[in-house]
């Protein structure tokens, strides 16, 4: 291969000068042309790809691979199956009873550790960050146990309504909340005392869980049902297996994804939660 350097005179510029620059550009344009020549020499081809990376580039041709796409639905399916034994089993109510939460918080005013958690605190940052508008006229926050996440959620939104099934939850986070005179405690069973109003905003952090896949189809309606077309919800839930849930942060929001009057914003995915946010068609 033939390389030239083309020197375009200064005005001004004396003959050193022009050579100087010439050196330059001719060094420049050489080194660029090698490393042009070695990216195309030593690129793989597709016949010189590990065998999981060629299936993979030839897939993603025709299917999509990503969090959101028909793989990941079918490996999400197959996973709820496997691990079907590894969670709570449904005993008629469709929700965790309440006195496996009395006992949790009797041991702890913090069960969770949402206090000090990195994985909360993390989540946390990313669902306040994640949210479409800078500011909100109403709110709904249904299991808000604590109220962590509702103080920085109270200074986002006009008004705010939290809820938890469990009422020492609601009496420690009416005390955290207690300097925030837009934002208000009540204590909810869900779905069946989701409120007969409208929201601009409903946040679903690691609640969903708590509920069986027909409690959870309930509990969608409603919050779909409360918020106006460009509404949103947020939802933000850990995707591990447990004895004391229903299903996993991956399920729940793959059932969410699926209903028809809601429209995905974005999202974000980690080893330990995921975070969705949609839009109210």
Request: charged residues 25%.
């Amino acid at each position: 291969m033939t390389n030239t350097a083309r020197v375009v005179p200064v005005s001004g510029s004396s003959p050193s000068d022009l050579s100087l620059e010439s050196e330059k550009r001719a060094v420049h344009d050489l080194t660029y042309c090698d490393e042009v020549r070695h990216t195309v020499l030593h690129s793989p081809a597709p016949s010189r790809l590990g065998p999981k990376r060629l299936l993979r580039s030839q897939l993603q041709r025709v299917v999509e691979l990503g969090p959101d796409g028909a793989l990941a639905k079918a490996r999400s399916q197959i996973t709820a199956n496997l691990a079907r034994r590894k969670f709570r089993r449904e005993e008629g109510d469709g929700f965790v009873p309440e006195s496996w939460f009395a006992r949790l918080y009797a041991k702890s005013d913090d069960p969770w550790d949402y206090t000090h958690s990195a994985y909360e605190y993390r989540k946390y940052a990313l669902t306040a960050a994640a949210l479409p508008n800078a500011r909100y006229g109403k709110a709904y926050e249904p299991g808000c146990s604590i109220g962590k996440f509702s103080v920085t959620l109270a200074q986002r939104v006009d008004h705010l309504l939290c809820a938890d099934f469990s009422p020492e939850a609601v009496g420690l986070a009416r005390q955290r909340l207690r300097d925030h005179p837009n934002a208000a405690v009540e204590r909810h069973t869900l779905p069946q005392d989701y409120p007969d109003e409208q929201f601009d905003l409903v946040v679903l952090g690691d609640v969903c869980i708590f509920l069986t896949p027909a409690r959870l189809h309930e509990l969608l309606d409603r919050a779909v049902g409360s918020l106006p077309p460009g509404g949103h919800l947020v939802a933000a839930h850990g995707h591990r297996f447990s004895p004391d849930i229903f299903m996993s942060g991956d399920q729940v929001h793959a059932r969410i994804r699926r209903h028809p009057a809601l429209r995905k914003l974005g999202g974000y995915r980690d080893h330990a939660f995921r975070l969705d946010i949609w839009e109210r068609r």
